[in-house]
Antibody
Framework: QLQQSGPGLVKPSQTLSLTCAISGDSVSSNSVTWNWFRQSPSRGLQWLGRTYYRSRWFYNYAPSVKGRLTIKSDTSKNQFSLQLNSVTPEDTAVYYC?????????WGQGILVTVSS | DIQMTQSPSSLSASVGDRVTITCQASQDISKFLNWYQQKPGKAPKVLIYDVSKLGAGVPSRFSGGGSGTDFTFTITSLQPEDIATYYCQQYDNVPITFGQGTRLEMK
């Protein structure tokens, strides 16, 4: 199970921060990846990035957000997080975390994040 | 980026109809193609993975096929609970990309 947390409103130019807490699996599992997505009417479903552990940590980011996005993994809390810098109203979307084990088989509940002053 | 072109964008059908959605990748993605169902306010749910494998607990009226760049998703006998939006998704390369979605409505 994946439980998301974070604010639903962020001001323009600030940082959007979300956390995905994992239960029933481990963030350092070497057989899965942990992912962030967002969904908006204008952009559809968009993969943002992922983290995974294969003897060391790996991070991949979508080109569209690379340079603004940081994904972190926290083994002590068994969770991973998203930080998106310098947000604009175009970053308004429902954000999801998801586990990939083959397909994306477990998803968080989704959080609507609105970027507005 | 690999572009996923899904069609149609919307579809109206009756209970019991056979429904087919197509998805074309901009390059060969081998078997790395999944199909998801999404209902309003919910996260996507995997129905078909690796082109043709049925997801856990997914009814057998759902199926998938194809290879390389051209893929299909079929519902053999549409049920009222199948009203949703459907997406194809490739994971051959990052960035992982989705089709634009097909909104399925009941006639």
């Amino acid at each position: 199970q994946l439980q998301q947390s974070g604010p639903g409103l962020v001001k323009p130019s600030q940082t959007l921060s979300l956390t995905c807490a994992i239960s029933g699996d481990s963030v350092s599992s070497n057989s899965v990846t942990w992912n962030w997505f967002r969904q908006s009417p204008s952009r559809g479903l968009q993969w943002l990035g992922r983290t995974y552990y294969r003897s060391r940590w790996f991070y991949n980011y979508a080109p569209s957000v690379k340079g603004r996005l940081t994904i972190k993994s926290d083994t002590s809390k068994n969770q991973f997080s998203l930080q998106l810098n310098s947000v604009t109203p175009e970053d308004t979307a429902v954000y999801y975390c998801a586990r990939q084990y083959g397909p994306f088989d477990y998803w968080g509940q989704g959080i609507l994040v609105t970027v507005s002053s | 980026d690999i572009q996923m072109t899904q069609s149609p964008s919307s579809l109206s059908a009756s209970v019991g109809d056979r429904v087919t959605i197509t998805c074309q990748a901009s390059q060969d993605i081998s078997k790395f193609l999944n199909w998801y169902q999404q209902k309003p306010g919910k996260a996507p749910k995997v129905l078909i993975y690796d082109v043709s494998k049925l997801g856990a607990g997914v009814p057998s009226r759902f199926s998938g096929g194809g290879s390389g760049t051209d893929f299909t998703f079929t519902i053999t006998s549409l049920q009222p609970e199948d009203i949703a939006t459907y997406y194809c998704q490739q994971y051959d390369n990052v960035p992982i990309t989705f089709g634009q979605g097909t909104r399925l409505e009941m006639k």
